[in-house]
């Protein structure tokens, strides 16, 4: 078995088996590299792995630190260090929103600390797109992609249909000071929405996404997000005369 192994890897051209590793995921180039040690120098190589790190960093500088041992080892401590900006944001927010809902104010701040952590597209995909997580986070991470990356909605799209969270839904209620009429302030008034994922992406949901953009600023006094509740299937509704 081994000897067939053997033959196989000295028939496999060597750019072939080049263009085979390149097109695999990390993990599963992490586990062909496993196989053998004709495919653990292979997936190691240098040109792979600086590839993989300037397609998920398209910021990434080129040189390398002189005190790495190549572009796996500079992809793998980045990969670390997202993880642990990653891990506070997810641990910001949900220590936030312990009530259900999130104010709009520490809404932007994680959304700002992505961007001072530098999330890259690939990252929030990763760590923010997850099924499983919390959808105020599902959204954290749509909006940082929106408006921080200036991603292409379809794009965004896609990958959440991919991630199985676009029919994600979240409810928000903002409130705004009530107008003037014949020198009178007529009572404040408050809207509420829900919201999936999918509507921020089209046209459904600019309203909303530019009330979650914008924040607590002139009229609008308050935005408040919460988590929606699975057995509304009302997608608007706005009330007047809330004081």
């Not at 965004?156 to 928000?172: A, F, Q, R």
């Not at 209620?173 to 009178?184: Q, S």
Request: glycine share 8%; charged share 25%; hydrophobic share 40%.
């Amino acid at each position: 078995m081994k000897q067939s192994k053997r033959n196989i890897q000295r028939a496999l051209p060597l750019d072939i088996a080049l263009k085979i590793a390149s097109s695999l995921q990390v993990l599963d180039l992490c586990s062909l590299g496993g196989c053998s040690r004709f495919w653990r120098g292979l997936c190691g190589s240098d040109s792979i792995w600086e590839s993989i790190a300037k397609q998920r960093w398209p910021s990434l500088h080129s040189s390398l630190d002189p005190n790495t041992k190549g572009w796996k080892e500079i992809y793998l401590r980045m990969h670390r260090e997202k993880v642990g900006c990653a891990a506070e944001v997810v641990g910001f927010v949900e220590q936030c929103s312990l009530s259900g809902s999130i104010d709009v104010g520490d809404y932007q701040k994680a959304i700002e600390d992505l961007s001072s952590m530098q999330f890259s597209f690939e990252d929030v995909h990763i760590f923010l797109f997850k099924p499983k997580l919390n959808v105020l986070l599902n959204l954290v991470g749509l909006h940082y992609c929106i408006f921080c990356l200036e991603m292409p909605a379809d794009r965004v799209m896609d990958t959440l249909v991919g991630c199985k969270i676009l029919e994600h839904k979240v409810h928000v209620k903002w409130w705004k000071l009530g107008r003037w009429f014949h020198g009178f302030r007529m009572r404040d008034e408050c809207c509420s929405c829900w919201v999936s994922l999918e509507d921020l992406l089209t046209g459904k949901g600019e309203e909303v996404l530019g009330v979650l953009h914008r924040g607590a600023v002139h009229e609008v006094f308050r935005v408040e997000i919460s988590i929606s509740n699975p057995k509304s299937t009302s997608w608007c509704q706005s009330t007047q005369g809330e004081g």
